[in-house]
């Protein structure tokens, strides 16, 4: 059964930092392209960051050089480093899976960004 358990969200002022991190099981960690996911209220989820099992990374235009994606396989976990958050980052983040093409997400954590 494969889960992915997010954490670190939270409220930070404009500017401020924070950094989620999701824990995986039940997937061979170091073959799966993993991502981080947000969803506004009323707005349709969209992409922030992925991370191929290469390390080869992905970004959202609107997080560019303000967040930074990485995974320590060691222990199975996938890192989302925020930096100068801005309210407009408001938004529940959701970690992903892509597992042999099957998606899977974790339940998400709040992170609220404060002008």
């Known amino acids: 059964q494969v889960q992915l358990v997010e954490s670190g969200g939270g409220l930070v002022q404009t500017g401020g930092s924070l950094r989620l991190s999701c824990a995986a099981s039940?997937?061979?960690?170091?073959?799966?392209?993993m991502g981080w996911y947000r969803q506004a209220p009323g707005k349709q989820r969209e992409l922030v960051a992925t991370?191929?099992?290469?390390?080869?990374?992905n970004y959202a235009d609107s997080v560019k050089g303000r967040f930074t994606i990485s995974r320590g396989n060691a222990r199975n976990t996938v890192y989302l480093q925020m930096n100068s958050l801005k309210p407009e980052d408001t938004a529940a983040y959701y970690c992903?899976?892509?597992?042999?093409?099957?998606?899977?997400w974790g339940q998400g954590t709040q992170v609220t960004v404060s002008s």
């Open positions: 039940g997937i061979r960690f170091t073959i799966t392209t």
């Open positions: 991370i191929t099992s290469a390390g080869t990374t």
């Open positions: 992903n899976a892509d597992y042999f093409g099957d998606h899977y």
